[in-house]
């Protein structure tokens, strides 16, 4: 099995070019997640899935938005990237619900975003 | 909304035990106490959860005092691949775990 899978593994963009980031994983797992990490920070919630055809905000929703294309695939798109927005996005996966309820997240790679 | 509270950074040798604590005085009582490892380049990785008294697997142990208000992460013997950031995670409480707060993680340093 592969995991999570992400791509692309780096990207650079213009301010106000859009693009949409992959996340896909292969371990049958239900919910699946977007987070952003900065330099030096923890990582923050963009965005979850509990289920295929569900998803909710998390702490930085803002300037975002996701698919969840099937039950594999999870998508992040930035309609108009900004500056603040450079940062390494990671993508996770759990069974059910993940981190508090006892459902270990399972990481994806990392896609490093830098907006210029 | 749960919050937790770690250490910024520790040093160590190789060798020593180390001991993490975390803070997390509004968790809920539904909520697991999860601990991830973060190599640079690369994303968390699950170490050990728990819920009360003590958990140990093949790679930590876990201390989790019955207030719950606290836990500790133990490494034993740690070497220098150990040199990671460890985020000690609990949920908000209200939203079914989903939002899991991850805070700035404690940088250990493993030194010869």
């Known amino acids: 099995n592969a995991g999570v899978t992400q791509t692309p593994k780096f990207q650079v963009l213009k301010t106000g070019q859009s693009m949409t980031l992959q996340c896909a994983q292969d371990m049958n797992h239900n919910s699946m997640y977007w987070y952003r990490q900065d330099p030096g920070m923890g990582l923050r919630l963009i965005y979850y899935?509990?289920?295929?055809?569900?998803?909710d905000k998390g702490e930085v929703p803002n300037g975002y938005n996701v698919s969840r294309l099937n039950k594999r695939e999870f998508s992040l798109r930035l309609e108009s990237a900004a500056p603040s927005q450079t940062s390494v996005y990671f993508c996770?996966?759990?069974?059910?619900?993940?981190?508090?309820?006892?459902?270990?997240?399972?990481f994806g790679p990392g896609t490093r975003l830098l907006v210029l | 909304l749960a919050k937790t509270t770690q250490p910024i950074s520790m040093d160590s040798y190789e060798g020593q035990e180390v001991n993490i604590t975390c803070s997390h005085n509004n968790i809920a009582t539904n909520d697991y106490i999860t601990w991830y490892q973060q190599f640079p380049s690369q994303g968390p990785r699950f170490i050990i959860q728990?819920?009360?008294t003590k958990v140990t697997n093949e790679v930590a142990s876990l201390f989790i005092p019955a207030d719950r208000k606290s836990s500790t992460l133990s490494l034993p013997r740690v070497s220098l691949s150990d040199t990671a950031v460890y985020y000690c995670?609990?949920?908000?409480?209200?939203?079914?775990?989903?939002?899991?707060?991850f805070g700035a993680g404690t940088r250990l340093f493993v030194k010869a």
């Open positions: 899935s509990a289920s295929e055809g569900t998803t």
């Open positions: 995670l609990v949920g908000d409480g209200n939203t079914g775990g989903f939002k899991t707060i």
């Open positions: 996770a996966s759990s069974y059910d619900r993940g981190g508090s309820r006892g459902e270990t997240q399972y």
């Open positions: 728990g819920y009360k």
